[in-house]
């Protein structure tokens, strides 16, 4: 076993394995370990930010330092971080003596089932990891799949409240264990171990990440605004009257989203013309209304349809090891298309230019991104760049680069693509993630306030969830009626606002397939919701100028715009426990209500003076008050100077 320098990069080698440490980015460090015994060049999503280290080579052991943070590796294997000379993570072995650490088991063609484990601090919180309805904020005691799946998006990002976060830099399946006696991640089928420390406190971290990840474009100003969809619009005639009838009622809408089945069969890419017979015409009369127009896609494909002989002949579609490739059951057995082939998103892109982005569609929604497949076995699918079980998060990157690198030969910037799922570094692609089918419950909506804080800290700053849930909701309930208000509140103070549903009430009885469901306007709910909702999308057209500047900051450093409340505040414990409350940006606190018939709640103010939105009455922060709203009001508090407050 031996130490070495070489391109300023830190080498140990013993039998069985070889590890690596550079400098990468500002306060980080990329360990790389293979028991191939050669490091493969293969930074994934991963950009190239190689920094100057400092190294320093001893008989038992060696040093690596970037900045504030140090690595020290010892002579059995075992590697330490230092964060301004405070330990904050060391590996754990898993036999007595120091005998294992590290474990790999071969799987196949060069390829490992491999993990790394870390000893677990004390009173150490866990943030990040994506979107999933787990219920909670610290996810310290968690367990977490490294897979993709309809309403759980992985990030595999963590980020500790001991000032550091860790960066697994593999796509594949695999676990993530943040336990009590234990931190530890697991990769399924890799070449390598990858993952890089950053250092620094919660603000440090997410610019350090954005650095190594990429950064959100500057979001489009008509984003900002309130978002119209349901399950879904059936015809060009009923879309268009549900624009008209916002513009009579001088309620502003920003976008109208078309959902699925407006094509003619999965893989056509293009409208029925039976429902829409002219869809440019129909894109004109949106445009002359200051309204954009989103259209829905999925990555299935029939093997009935006009494109499917080409893709399938060559090589443009998801392979199985095992049985046929059709790896969805929708209206029949669907291939799924491969983005990982750069063919592929040629292909694609050329038809979706064609038959939408050429007929005055502003944006494209891409649902079932993870890609969903049934049953769940990434192990038994084959992408144009690996197995499924190795490369199998990529799968949304490379579906947002698709529309990214299209928009981009076009010359259009605007680029605003919605997605089911998003993986490390597919925020540079104007990726707006939202979480997925959802039910509609107050439980859900407690979730998804949790789920959003935690997807915020992974650098993916454009984040939405369907207003109201998406299944189960029934619009004529009393419960249902209370919960499309609080959830309508908590939309004004998410990064985009869109409201989307499959209401109960479809109608089955035309000719049609996948009817849609029940209606999902604002005046769907009742008079007296109406009113309340009609005024928070006018709040939030007025807080549209905030917001951007809020966005053009995320942007620029990284910073997420819905944050928990330890991001600003990292000296407070008390923040580092509060999931039910959030800032919005750098001057709004909101504190959604999440409980049926509740009209009351704690809200924690941390040092400062803070004025409540709706009485304007100032509080002195740095403890708990008790706080009022009721079903027509919300509870948010602004910092005291703040312009934002003439906005409510």
Not at 33 to 55: G, M, Y
Not at 113 to 124: L, S
Not at 209 to 221: K, N, S
């Amino acid at each position: 076993m031996k130490f070495y320098e070489q391109d300023n990069m830190l080498y140990f080698t013993r039998a069985g394995e070889t590890v690596r440490l550079s400098a990468w980015g500002r306060d980080s460090i990329r360990f790389q370990a293979s028991p191939n015994c050669e490091i493969v060049e293969c930074d994934f999503t991963l950009l190239p930010r190689k920094a100057a280290a400092e190294i320093a080579v001893g008989e038992d052991r060696a040093t690596v330092k970037n900045g504030d943070l140090k690595a020290v590796l010892y002579d059995n294997g075992r590697v330490e971080y230092y964060y301004k000379d405070r330990k904050i993570l060391r590996e754990k072995s898993e036999l007595t003596f120091d005998a294992q650490i590290r474990n790999y088991r071969n799987n196949a063609g060069g390829l490992w089932r491999a993990r790394v484990t870390f000893e677990a601090n004390e009173r150490e919180h866990f943030y990040g990891m994506g979107h999933e309805a787990t219920d909670c904020f610290d996810l310290k005691g968690c367990v977490i799949d490294l897979r993709h799946v309809n309403a759980k998006c992985t990030i595999p990002y963590v980020y500790s409240s001991l000032g550091y976060g860790l960066l697994w830099n593999l796509p594949s399946t695999g676990l993530c264990e943040l336990g009590n006696n234990r931190t530890r991640f697991t990769s399924d089928s890799t070449r390598q171990i990858d993952y890089v420390v950053i250092g620094g406190s919660p603000r440090q971290a997410c610019e350090t990440l954005a650095d190594l990840t990429g950064h959100a474009p500057e979001i489009p100003q008509w984003a900002l605004g309130f978002w119209q969809s349901r399950l879904r619009y059936e015809t060009q005639e009923q879309a268009l009257e549900v624009a008209e009838k916002y513009r009579e009622l001088q309620i502003p809408l920003s976008v109208l989203v078309i959902d699925y089945f407006h094509w003619t069969q999965q893989g056509d890419y293009k409208f029925d013309p039976k429902y829409w017979p002219n869809p440019k015409e129909m894109a004109d009369k949106l445009h002359e209304m200051g309204v954009r127009l989103m259209v829905s896609m999925w990555p299935t494909i029939n093997e009935k349809r006009e494109n499917f002989r080409q893709m399938l002949e060559e090589n443009m579609l998801i392979r199985t090891r095992s049985g046929s490739n059709r790896v969805f059951d929708f209206y029949g057995p669907q291939a799924e298309i491969d983005p990982t082939n750069p063919r592929t998103r040629k292909f694609v892109w050329n038809r979706l230019k064609e038959n939408y982005i050429d007929n005055g569609v502003d944006s494209l929604w891409f649902d079932e991104a993870e890609p969903e497949i049934h049953p769940e076995q990434f192990d038994n699918l084959i992408f144009h760049r690996g197995n499924g079980d190795e490369i199998g998060l990529l799968y949304p990157y490379y579906y947002a680069k698709l529309v990214y690198d299209g928009m981009k030969s076009m010359g259009r910037d605007d680029i605003v693509t919605l997605s089911r799922c998003a993986y490390t570094g597919a925020q540079r692609f104007g990726t707006l993630v939202w979480s997925g089918d959802i039910p509609s419950t107050f439980e859900s909506l407690r979730m998804q306030v949790k789920s959003g804080l935690n997807m915020s800290m992974c650098s993916i700053p454009w984040w939405t969830t369907d207003i109201g849930g998406f299944y189960g909701g029934d619009t004529e309930s009393d419960y249902f009626r209370e919960l499309i208000v609080r959830w309508f509140q908590y939309g004004v103070f998410c990064p985009v606002m869109r409201l989307h549903g499959s209401r109960e009430g479809h109608d089955r009885s035309r000719d049609i397939i996948e009817p849609t469901g029940g209606d999902n306007e604002i005046w769907s709910f009742g008079e007296r919701n109406f009113h309340i909702l009609r005024d928070l999308i006018l709040l939030r057209e007025r807080l549209k100028p905030y917001i951007k500047r809020m966005m053009d900051i995320a942007s620029q450093k990284g910073h997420p715009v819905m944050r928990p409340m330890f991001f600003d505040y990292p000296e407070d414990e008390i923040c580092y426990t509060l999931g039910t409350q959030y800032m919005f940006g750098d001057d709004i606190l909101f504190a959604p209500i999440t409980e049926r018939g509740v009209t009351e709640r704690r809200v924690y103010l941390p040092e400062g003076e803070w004025v409540r939105t709706t009485d304007k009455t100032s509080c002195t922060g740095g403890k708990y008050v008790d706080c009022r709203a009721g079903l027509h009001e919300f509870i948010a508090f602004v910092r005291k100077g703040a312009e934002v407050i003439n906005a409510f």
